[in-house]
């Protein structure tokens, strides 16, 4: 990452909600690079590692399937479509390694999930891991701690 | 709602009148009454499972966890002795642990007034005890500790208990269908598991008994799982035949097969609302092979054994009514009803002992594609059963067909266990019999 360019690393973080949010998931999925990863671990410190099962652990592939199974008129979870608002502290710039040409931030954050007259909550702390690759930021690595992972939970049919 | 008012509690007929031989009544669902009765009677008469071994590997280790509404603490004693007892201090009932999993060192000690118990869960300590000298306290209930539950018993390292005092022995309640966990346990080349962390905990808005049908219905995969393995196949379709797949295309695929699959897959029935489907194959029959695993089963096992406890592939067992054991990808899912319409669904994800890193990462990817909150193929569950609770829960035709390959021979006395093909009904069938007969126990006509 270049010097001075904070805001654009700031930015590309509430692109990527917006574009969840407004749904525009084509867009979305273009931002992971090619192996892009999608985490929200079961555990609050859960350490890396697929030895232990996790709320999301997805690759550009399951997030296709998921994309597409949400415009499927089979997908009869959907049958009323879910609808999702993220809200935003201001991204932290964690860590940047001019060299690599990597990032690391941290947002706290809200997300709501709507269906059919119940509105869940959920409450957590995003990690981006950018990189550059073919002349843009891409996310290596979205990994979220989601505040009450160990809890038992409803359905979460989108993205937080 | 036109649900009965016949009032359950008092009237064995009128719970009897719910299950036909080929269809039972909608109230069995949606009824609170009869839920109430489902925990008194049915779960506190069976054998429910509590928890792994694994779990308590040392003296204190100890987890609590809510059967029937008890809450209870499996606890491994000083002397090694793994026990389940009343999570209920003898004194104000408080919860004598707060915490969901631990050591407790030595004792345990209640947080209101400090009584203490041993391991074993007697009470050790009371302070002040001199304010009990000349009363009836030491003869008192109070005096003796911490209850244990019905029975325990500890097989291939699964805890299970029996909250009544008197009942089936657990050799009688799960009888042959124990093979399931030896094959699951077996799988491992020390013939040991452990669980691997965290369960997933997916709520349900539904009744129980639909989720543990479910886990033996196989008429619905390729209808409700269309839209995610469905996808996954769409997406997976123009690649070459001979390409490698991806994991979480392997697991999805077999979802989707057709109905003639399901069916030849075959059921097995035994006693007591037990079955597991996938007697001659299942979707977990074709995950490519793990070389180095094979090797070490080849070597602890021999050959041929090996290649037995390997070439059983079942589906879902059902050990009714509390958990489901899928042996052939290490999960294990645990049934915690709460209420008539709502039900936690635990999935843990094993490990076999001595077995290769590969092994648990392909039991915690299918666990967690499967049977997490986030699961394309649990929403589409979920909301199948939901969508049950909701039009059951009205009005119009009040009983539900369980008639598919229904035959009067199941009704002979003996006549239920056996091999059947894979799309019968008959393991709901067969759960409604255990049903009716652990309701109806020791009630008057």
């Known amino acids: 990452?270049?010097?001075?360019?904070?805001?654009?690393?700031?930015?590309?973080?509430?692109?990527?909600?917006?574009?969840?949010?407004?749904?525009?998931?084509?867009?979305?999925?273009?931002?992971?690079?090619?192996?892009?990863?999608?985490?929200?671990?079961?555990?609050?410190?859960?350490?890396?590692?697929?030895?232990?099962?996790?709320l999301f652990d997805e690759d550009k592939l399951l997030l296709r399937i998921r994309i597409e199974r949400l415009r499927n008129p089979k997908s009869y979870s959907q049958a009323y479509p879910s609808s999702c608002q993220h809200i935003l502290q201001t991204p932290g710039i964690e860590s940047r390694d001019a060299e690599s040409g990597t990032a690391v931030l941290r947002t706290p954050f809200m997300y709501l999930e709507y269906q059919q007259d119940r509105q869940e909550v959920y409450g957590g702390v995003a990690w981006h891991h950018l990189k550059h690759s073919g002349g843009r930021i891409v996310i290596a690595l979205k990994k979220i701690e989601l505040l009450n992972c160990e809890a038992a939970l409803p359905s979460i049919q989108l993205f937080p | 709602m036109v649900s009965s008012a016949a009032g359950y509690r008092h009237s064995a007929a009128a719970i009897r009148a719910l299950v036909r031989d080929d269809a039972v009544h909608r109230d069995v669902y949606v009824n609170p009454e009869l839920f109430d009765l489902e925990m008194e009677r049915l779960w506190r008469s069976a054998w429910t499972y509590a928890g792994h071994e694994s779990q308590v590997p040392n003296a204190g280790d100890f987890i609590t966890v809510d059967i029937a509404r008890q809450p209870l603490l499996m606890l491994r004693g000083s002397d090694g002795t793994l026990r389940v007892l009343l999570n209920r201090c003898a004194h104000k009932g408080a919860k004598v642990v707060g915490a969901g999993s631990g050591n407790c060192g030595r004792v345990l000690r209640c947080s209101y007034h400090g009584w203490t118990y041993a391991l074993d869960g007697s009470l050790r300590t009371v302070p002040l005890k001199s304010g009990y000298a000349g009363t009836q306290f030491a003869e008192s209930e109070a005096a003796k500790g911490l209850w244990p539950v019905g029975g325990v018993a500890v097989y291939r390292g699964f805890v299970f208990?029996?909250?009544?005092?008197?009942?089936?022995?657990?050799?009688?309640?799960?009888?042959?269908?124990?093979?399931?966990?030896?094959?699951?346990?077996?799988?491992?080349?020390?013939?040991?598991?452990?669980?691997?962390?965290?369960?997933?905990?997916?709520?349900?808005?539904?009744?129980?008994?639909?989720?543990?049908?479910?886990?033996?219905?196989?008429?619905?995969?390729?209808?409700?799982?269309?839209?995610?393995?469905?996808?996954a196949r769409q997406l997976w379709k123009d690649q070459p035949p001979d390409a490698p797949k991806p994991m979480v295309i392997e697991q999805f695929l077999p979802f989707v097969s057709n109905y003639e699959f399901f069916d030849k897959m075959g059921i097995k029935i035994y006693d007591n609302g037990h079955s597991y489907t996938g007697v001659n194959f299942s979707i977990h029959s074709s995950y490519s092979a793990i070389p180095e695993y094979a090797a070490q089963m080849e070597a602890a096992y021999g050959a041929e054994r090996a290649r037995a406890i390997l070439g059983e592939s079942r589906h879902n067992t059902v050990y009714y009514p509390s958990v489901t054991v899928k042996g052939a990808i290490q999960t294990i899912r645990v049934v915690r009803p709460i209420a008539v319409d709502r039900t936690l669904i635990e999935s843990f994800t094993l490990r076999l002992a001595g077995a290769p890193a590969a092994l648990l990462e392909r039991s915690a990817t299918y666990n967690r594609v499967i049977n997490a909150p986030t699961s394309v193929v649990g929403h589409d569950d979920l909301y199948c059963y939901r969508a049950m609770q909701e039009g059951l829960d009205s009005d119009g035709n009040e009983w539900i067909s369980l008639h598919r390959n229904y035959s009067d021979a199941e009704k002979a006395e003996g006549g239920l266990p056996g091999i059947y093909n894979g799309t019968s009904e008959v393991p709901m069938r067969g759960q409604f019999r255990a049903w009716v007969a652990a309701m109806t126990a020791g009630t008057d006509a």
């Open chain 1, 1 to 54: 990452m270049q010097a001075g360019d904070d805001r654009t690393l700031i930015e590309f973080v509430y692109h990527e909600a917006r574009l969840i949010d407004e749904k525009r998931f084509d867009e979305w999925h273009d931002l992971f690079a090619d192996d892009g990863r999608y985490w929200m671990p079961l555990t609050r410190g859960q350490p890396e590692g697929a030895g232990h099962t996790s």
């Open chain 2, 161 to 231: 208990v029996r909250l009544n005092r008197t009942g089936m022995s657990f050799e009688e309640y799960f009888g042959e269908s124990l093979s399931s966990i030896d094959n699951l346990a077996d799988r491992s080349p020390l013939g040991r598991l452990e669980v691997a962390g965290a369960p997933l905990r997916y709520m349900h808005n539904s009744n129980w008994k639909m989720f543990v049908e479910n886990l033996n219905d196989t008429m619905h995969p390729m209808v409700a799982h269309e839209s995610s393995a469905g996808t």
